[in-house]
């Protein structure tokens, strides 16, 4: 079958948005934040190894010898950050956001529990060099689309003072079973006048990542507002 097969530089912006406990988006007035304050996203598989099974003759000659399949666990994920984003930390960590005088977010207060139910799904455009404009009539540019339907478990890992700009790594895993669907957000193309729409098949059960070309442009960032924006139904 036809395919078109392109490359990922950088991390243009990322979007998270939060999840119930089922791993379903939560309509509500804090559930979205969009941020291009981050410096890499880093994703290894975590793999339970099949068992070795081997049974030995009496001479110590193989009789028997095979081996299980292996299975993917998990994928985990470390982020780095440039920038303290209280409500998305918060929304990542379940740390508690600290407000300043006016009820904005200011920062947070990490606490001895670790966000175990819920947690977010997490979206990240990146660019693609060398690819050309689609010649839909409503020509786009193509960008690298990542989705991890469902992370949770997430820590403010490590985070240095010094002499030198700070970057915050947040460590998180992913989850099997997540309830995004097609998801909230119009994402991919539709059709070939480049009409923008949710996935066109949704997340499996076992799905721990998505990863596409899309000609539908990223969401922007709000430079006068960091902060959670609602997601409505």
């Not at 098949?201 to 006068?224: C, F, N, R, S, Y």
Request: aromatic share 8%; proline share 6%.
């Amino acid at each position: 079958m036809p395919a078109t097969c392109w490359s990922s530089i950088g991390g243009e912006v990322m979007r998270a948005t939060r999840l119930d406990a089922c791993g379903a988006p939560v309509i509500g007035p804090c559930s979205t934040v969009v941020s291009d304050g981050f410096v890499s996203i880093a994703w290894e598989s975590e793999i339970k190894e099949g068992t070795d099974i081997e049974v030995l003759k009496a001479n110590g000659q193989l009789c028997v010898s095979d081996k299980q399949c292996d299975e993917l666990k998990w994928i985990n994920l470390t982020i780095s950050f440039c920038q303290v984003n209280p409500d998305l930390f918060s929304m990542l960590t379940g740390y508690e956001t600290v407000l300043d005088y006016s009820g904005a977010g200011v920062g947070n207060r990490i606490g001895q529990e670790i966000l175990c139910n819920g947690g977010v799904a997490l979206e990240t455009w990146t660019k693609i060099p060398g690819q050309a404009c689609s010649t839909t009539a409503n020509a786009a540019r193509p960008w690298g689309y990542f989705l991890a339907p469902w992370i949770k478990s997430a820590i403010l890992n490590s985070f240095t003072l010094e002499n030198d700009a700070a970057t915050f790594e947040i460590t998180a895993r992913t989850e099997k079973g997540s309830g995004w669907g097609t998801g909230p957000y119009d994402v991919v193309a539709t059709d070939a006048t480049n009409t923008a729409g949710p996935l066109l098949t949704p997340i499996g059960a076992k799905d721990h990542l998505h990863m596409q070309l899309t000609t539908v442009q990223p969401p922007t960032v709000d430079e006068d507002n960091c902060g959670c924006v609602p997601l409505a139904a």
